[in-house]
């Protein structure tokens, strides 16, 4: 089996590859050992389900280590989801 190096800066990066590495795994696994006629709606939707959760996993790792470091720069918190900070001038939105 061939091996490769993965350079990473965190903790979080070297998680998502180790995701990756075993998304692409299971879809291989899933296309040689799915019946004939079967290969492409199974793989799709593994590909749906498995590769959606890959993503939020990742973007939750990304927002968290972002909302760690603002915290400890001692910055407020983000604003919830839905809201988005508005700018005033004079005491009026802009």
Do not use: W
């Amino acid at each position: 089996m061939p091996t490769g190096t993965f350079e990473y800066h965190n903790e979080n990066e070297r998680r998502a590859i180790e995701q990756a590495i075993a998304f692409v795994t299971e879809m291989n696994a899933l296309a040689h050992t799915t019946p004939s006629g079967q290969i492409l709606s199974t793989g799709e939707g593994y590909a749906l389900d498995a590769g959606r959760q890959l993503l939020q996993s990742t973007l939750q790792q990304a927002v968290q280590a972002r909302i760690d470091a603002d915290e400890k720069k001692g910055r407020p918190p983000a604003a919830p989801p839905g809201r988005t900070a508005v700018r005033r001038s004079r005491g009026r939105p802009l």
